[in-house]
């Protein structure tokens, strides 16, 4: 039995903080405790709170990696501008992150099917209720050891089209990780486990029929045996550092890749056809997991068999093997000593 996603944290977490004056100090480690905050926080009233998720994996000679640390920084320093808050220096971010590790190492046993969850997160921490930005700020990496996302095993799962909610709007935050992108989709995915369902699919903010993502991960569609199709990048849904992974994955296989939007109807009615014979989400939490029937209102429709599929398979076990160290060629390990 495998640890609940994101409740196993460990000992220690790394802190710097920024100001205008003094820019931002050194991240200092330290053990993991509670934080002495002012109830008129900034971040805490108006929301000016970003985050980031990578993972460090035991490697086949016992050390332990970091999975493409700089992709994720540089993607916490879009998630700050789009907010208005000072980018951490990716120097920093990679610094705090072989702290955590470093320190927590012990903590990850070499079971493969484990790993170590990163957690950087940056808030607004003026006390003020004026609606204004912070000049001052606090980043902190924790971590915590972590299972497959959902539950043991690699089974598919059943999924929830959401027609009522939209996740993110053109010229949004959908494109970032932010705080304030995450609460609103709660109410979808309580939605969702009532019908029986473990993920929401999110639709288009406009027309309400294009797929764009899955809960919080990119979603990919297998046509044939040779096509990868992903939404592209629309500026309403995340960058995915797994999704960016894949699809180099992908066409290092031989396989063509497509960005093409798809709508619901039309996933349906490939999958009813047979063209489509294949579906799975992908992020840093969920890796590769694979989607094996849709419900859409009263319509029901599996995809392939209703079971992770052949290229499915291989790209997730692909994927794993380099998060171990397994398979060379790619400069996406950071290891830490």
Same mark, same amino acid.
């Given at each position: 039995?495998? =640890?609940?996603?994101?409740?196993?944290?460990?000992?220690?977490?790394?802190?710097?903080?920024?100001?205008?004056?003094?820019?931002?100090?050194?991240?200092?480690?330290?053990?993991?405790?509670?934080?002495?905050?002012?109830?008129?926080?900034?971040?805490?009233?108006?929301?000016?709170?970003?985050?980031?998720?990578?993972? &460090?994996?035991?490697? &086949?000679?016992?050390?332990?990696?970091?999975?493409?640390?700089?992709?994720?920084?540089?993607?916490?320093?879009?998630?700050?501008?789009?907010?208005?808050?000072?980018?951490?220096?990716?120097?920093?971010?990679? &610094?705090?992150?072989?702290?955590?590790?470093?320190?927590?190492?012990?903590?990850?046993?070499?079971? =493969?099917?484990?790993?170590?969850?990163?957690?950087?997160?940056?808030?607004?921490?003026?006390?003020?209720? &004026?609606?204004?930005?912070?000049?001052?700020?606090?980043?902190?990496?924790?971590?915590?050891?972590?299972?497959?996302?959902?539950?043991?095993?690699?089974?598919?799962?059943?999924?929830?089209?959401?027609?009522?909610?939209?996740?993110?709007?053109?010229?949004?935050?959908?494109?970032?990780?932010?705080?304030?992108?995450?609460?609103?989709?709660?109410?979808?995915?309580?939605?969702?486990?009532?019908?029986?369902?473990?993920?929401?699919?999110?639709?288009?903010?406009?027309?309400?029929?294009?797929?764009?993502?899955?809960?919080?991960?990119?979603?990919?569609?297998?046509?044939?045996?040779?096509?990868?199709?992903?939404? =592209?990048?629309?500026?309403?849904?995340?960058?995915?550092?797994?999704?960016?992974?894949?699809?180099?994955?992908?066409?290092?296989?031989?396989?063509?890749?497509?960005?093409?939007?798809?709508?619901?109807?039309?996933?349906?009615?490939?999958?009813?056809?047979?063209?489509?014979?294949?579906?799975?989400?992908?992020?840093?939490?969920?890796?590769?997991?694979?989607?094996?029937?849709?419900?859409?209102?009263?319509?029901?429709?599996?995809?392939?068999?209703?079971?992770?599929?052949?290229?499915?398979?291989?790209?997730?076990?692909?994927?794993?093997?380099?998060?171990?160290?397994?398979?060379?060629?790619?400069?996406?390990?950071? =290891?830490?000593?």
């Amino acid at each position: 039995m495998y =640890p609940v996603h994101g409740e196993l944290f460990t000992h220690h977490m790394s802190l710097a903080t920024w100001s205008e004056q003094d820019g931002w100090t050194r991240p200092v480690l330290g053990p993991r405790r509670d934080l002495v905050t002012d109830p008129g926080l900034i971040g805490l009233h108006y929301g000016q709170v970003i985050f980031e998720g990578l993972k &460090a994996h035991r490697q &086949a000679d016992g050390s332990i990696a970091i999975f493409r640390p700089l992709e994720h920084g540089r993607r916490f320093q879009r998630s700050a501008r789009r907010l208005a808050m000072p980018e951490l220096p990716e120097e920093l971010f990679i &610094a705090a992150a072989e702290q955590v590790v470093a320190a927590d190492d012990r903590e990850l046993s070499d079971d =493969p099917d484990l790993s170590l969850y990163l957690r950087p997160l940056m808030f607004a921490s003026d006390a003020s209720l &004026a609606l204004r930005t912070s000049h001052t700020y606090t980043f902190l990496m924790m971590a915590f050891v972590t299972g497959a996302f959902f539950g043991d095993g690699v089974d598919a799962v059943r999924v929830w089209v959401n027609r009522d909610y939209p996740r993110a709007m053109p010229g949004g935050t959908g494109d970032v990780k932010c705080a304030a992108n995450y609460g609103p989709a709660f109410q979808a995915q309580v939605r969702a486990e009532q019908e029986d369902c473990q993920q929401v699919v999110w639709l288009d903010a406009v027309e309400r029929r294009w797929v764009e993502e899955l809960g919080g991960m990119n979603l990919f569609f297998v046509r044939g045996e040779d096509e990868l199709v992903t939404s =592209p990048l629309t500026g309403t849904l995340l960058p995915g550092v797994t999704r960016d992974s894949l699809m180099t994955l992908a066409r290092e296989r031989g396989l063509r890749v497509t960005e093409e939007r798809v709508s619901i109807d039309q996933w349906r009615r490939e999958s009813e056809s047979g063209v489509l014979t294949e579906a799975f989400s992908c992020g840093t939490a969920a890796v590769v997991t694979a989607v094996g029937e849709v419900k859409d209102g009263d319509q029901v429709w599996r995809v392939g068999d209703g079971t992770p599929g052949k290229l499915t398979t291989e790209l997730r076990t692909a994927l794993v093997d380099l998060h171990h160290g397994l398979t060379p060629g790619h400069p996406w390990l950071h =290891p830490v000593r």
